[in-house]
T-cell receptor, first 114, second 109 residues
Framework: DAGVIQSPRHEVTEMGQEVTLRCKPI?????LFWYRQTMMRGLELLIY????????DSGMPEDRFSAKMPNASFSTLKIQPSEPRDSAVYFC????????????FGPGTRLLVL | SQQGEEDPQALSIQEGENATMNCSYKTSINNLQWYRQNSGRGLVHLIL?????REKHSGRLRVTLDTSKKSSSLLITASRAADTASYFC?????????FGAGTTVTVRA
């Protein structure tokens, strides 16, 4: 199993640009989570999906952030327009079922907004 | 928002020694999990302890849970250089994981 796949691994962009982060969960996993990690705030849950449906997006910081899961094998997290304070490592994680406890994390996307 | 808080923030030990870190949390939980993060990498699940369990072992790891004190501890015995990483506790309630700030462990050769 390839594990959770995220792309790109690194992204450097300028303030105001649109950023799209991608995630492919582990095959057969029905739940997908997006997290953001910063030194100041630690690991924060942004949004999670179950069976491709967003269940809780209360962690999404602003309307500039949006996430989609068009099918069971792909999700995107978009930031438009990006700001320097969005600089962080963004992790995607998947879980077999919503109530199956172990989450499997991807390697993360390190985002730097200049 | 962070639910768990780890203590200490950082720990430096000699190879072969034991490492102990603690986690406190605020609300009721279904279970508590510990994850490891190596520098620049994603998180790896280590062990899970349910709210009705008091102690659990996995290899060199020992986890305790005291729901009355809302606290947990992770013990790594006979540490190795490869154990150098950040360790996070995460409380699981209503299917969401809430992570603490982590304990950074450095194992000196």
């Amino acid at each position: 199993d390839a594990g959770v796949i995220q792309s790109p691994r690194h992204e450097v962009t300028e303030m105001g640009q649109e950023v799209t982060l991608r995630c492919k969960p582990i095959s057969g996993h029905n739940s997908l989570f997006w997290y953001r990690q910063t030194m100041m705030r630690g690991l924060e849950l942004l949004i999670y999906f179950n069976n491709n449906v967003p269940i809780d997006d209360s962690g999404m910081p602003e309307d500039r952030f949006s996430a989609k899961m068009p099918n069971a094998s792909f999700s995107t997290l978009k930031i438009q327009p990006s700001e320097p304070r969005d600089s962080a490592v963004y992790f995607c994680a998947s879980r077999r079922e919503l109530n199956q406890e172990t989450q499997y994390f991807g390697p993360g996307t390190r985002l730097l907004v200049l | 928002s962070q639910q768990g808080e780890e203590d200490p923030q950082a720990l430096s030990i000699q190879e072969g020694e034991n490492a102990t870190m603690n986690c406190s949390y605020k609300t009721s939980i279904n279970n508590l999990q510990w994850y490891r993060q190596n520098s620049g990498r994603g998180l790896v699940h280590l062990i899970l302890i349910r709210s009705n369990e008091r102690e659990k072992h996995s290899g060199r790891l020992r986890v305790t849970l005291d729901t009355s004190k809302k606290s947990s501890s992770l013990l790594i015995t006979a540490s190795r250089a490869a154990d150098t990483a950040s360790y996070f506790c995460a409380t699981d309630n209503d299917y969401k994981l809430s992570f603490g700030a982590g304990t950074t462990v450095t194992v000196r050769a």
